[in-house]
């Protein structure tokens, strides 16, 4: 993908002095192998103590997304690293801090978790709604593993609205079978499950956006 050339290069805030003619970022490094080091320590990793519950669990409306991140060949992943990004139940993107440190009640639209060694993920959350006319409500998913040079990005749609989901953009543009990879299925106790898969026949759709190495 082409990048527009930067031509106001600073540093600090403040102008570089003879800038080089082309500041392209350099390409993206594989994510391993610490995943194993920083899964084990929550305090001063990167998965860290209340990640995946942006709610607590005795919220009257939380909500449990969760399921498993296979390989090409369906294997699960033991060391893959998910992160969540969603609009509260209005619609509206949050905009408060503390996602690092969870205080019970500013809820931030953001989580993070590493999957355990069955490849399993498990998010506490507010379900979102439509973040606009025309849209499907979603989630945003970024996936991390070892291998992937750069992070992954897809989305999980709540699945109960079929009209809305007919009239999403970014569905409507996807033949019927790869929607579905993008369409979480609702249990019977309530819970969202949505399973990712990073190759094969089942692959799931992931996105590209501008200015993001792929």
Wanted: proline share 9%; aromatic share 8%; charged share 25%.
């Amino acid at each position: 993908m082409a990048r527009e050339e930067l031509r106001t290069p600073v540093s600090r805030g403040r102008t570089v002095e003879n800038p080089p003619a082309d500041l392209t970022p350099t390409p993206g490094q594989t994510i391993g192998p610490f995943f194993g080091y920083a899964n084990a320590h929550e305090e001063v990793g990167l998965p860290y103590r209340g990640g995946p519950e942006l709610v607590s669990r005795a919220h009257p409306e939380a909500s449990r997304l969760h399921g498993q991140v296979y390989d090409g060949a369906g294997d699960v992943i033991p060391d893959a690293m998910l992160e969540i990004w969603q609009a509260d139940p209005q619609g509206r993107i949050p905009e408060k801090t503390g996602s690092l440190n969870r205080d019970g009640y500013t809820f931030t639209g953001w989580g993070r978790q590493a999957v355990d060694r069955l490849g399993t993920y498990s998010f506490t959350t507010l379900e979102p709604g439509a973040p606009g006319q025309g849209h499907a409500p979603y989630f945003l998913m970024v996936i991390f593993a070892r291998g992937l040079l750069n992070r992954l990005f897809t989305r999980v749609y709540l699945p109960d609205d079929e009209q809305a989901l007919a009239g999403d953009p970014l569905l409507a543009s996807l033949p019927v079978e790869r929607r579905r990879t993008l369409i979480a299925t609702r249990l019977d106790d309530g819970s969202l499950h949505h399973d990712i898969r990073l190759q094969g026949d089942r692959e799931t759709v992931f996105l590209a956006y501008p200015g993001i190495e792929s």
